[in-house]
């Protein structure tokens, strides 16, 4: 086990983030067997001791599902209207679930604004500090239903990052739909390997990053990345695990080697 890794074992503040591919089936709709197994998992870690601050995507995807619709519509009216119907439907799962495993958590919408006006940025960290005293779980999402352009951060990976420098959490882990970061594209390349540390990112780093990689998610390799450099310059280390593996996130956090961890070589 690298010193890297083993260190995870002590972390006791960790953001965990959980991008829209890993929270839905290939349809599109939510998947409750995955969702179930990872509320379950974030509430037995806290029952542990752990402070777990947890970032979602999938607000549009579930009013997408919501309405029947198969696909994101173009405009972003549409969008911003499928995020409100979304929203509710996303917390209303997640409030069910974790009610069930003895948990209490407490949503926060955020803007680019929470995170870079220091004013705002302050509030943020005191509400979210104030919810950990209380032994209560953040949810945080984009404000996705009123934010615009200038507003906006755009995806969820370089959100929970932010959110990671603002609490100063230890550990940020990444829960998506690939096994961590490649040398190329597992899904075209069989001869792709995965990349298990990262303790600088550089320019061929950078080069194996692609695009969005489902037709409901916004963020890819290349925002986790962005987020990677967030979190390392911060001096939190990052994980890119797969969200489909039910106990991934315990076996991260017991050191096993799996997936990409990022940290300061």
């Known amino acids: 086990m690298s010193v890297a890794r083993d260190k995870l074992k002590s972390a006791k503040r960790i953001v965990v983030k959980v991008g829209t591919s890993t929270l839905t089936h290939g349809s599109g709709n939510l998947n409750l067997y995955r969702i179930e197994h990872l509320i379950r998992e974030i509430a037995d870690l806290h029952n542990a001791g752990k402070e777990i601050i947890f970032v979602t995507s999938g607000a549009i995807a579930a009013g997408v599902g919501k309405m029947g619709l198969t696909k ?28 069930e495993y003895g948990q209490t958590m407490g949503q926060l919408l ?20 104030a919810l950990l005293k209380m032994g209560v779980i953040p949810v945080i999402n984009e404000n996705d ?19 990671a420098d603002i609490v100063e959490a230890e550990v940020l882990i990444i829960l998506t ?69 039910i106990g991934n996130l315990r076996r991260a956090l017991n050191g096993e080697e799996i997936g990409t961890i990022f940290y300061k070589g």
């Open 177 to 245: 739909d690939i096994d961590g970061l490649y040398n190329g594209n597992p899904k075209t390349d069989s001869t792709a390997k995965l990349i298990s540390e990262v303790p600088e990112i550089n320019s061929e780093i950078e080069r194996m990053a692609g695009g969005a990689g489902t037709k409901l998610g916004t963020g890819g390799m290349f925002t986790k990345i962005q987020a990677a450099k967030i979190a390392v310059k911060n001096e939190i280390s990052m994980l890119i695990i797969s969200g489909k593996e």
């Open 110 to 129: 955020l803007t680019k604004n929470s995170t870079i006006d220091e004013h705002a940025r302050e509030n943020s960290k005191n509400s979210l500090t």
């Open 72 to 99: 994101k519509p173009e405009t972003i009216p549409e969008n911003q209207a499928l995020a409100a119907i979304g929203q509710g439907v996303l917390m209303h799962i997640y409030e069910k679930f974790f009610a």
């Open 145 to 163: 239903a009123v934010a615009v352009d200038e507003i906006k951060i755009g995806d969820n990976d370089n959100l929970s990052a932010m959110v």
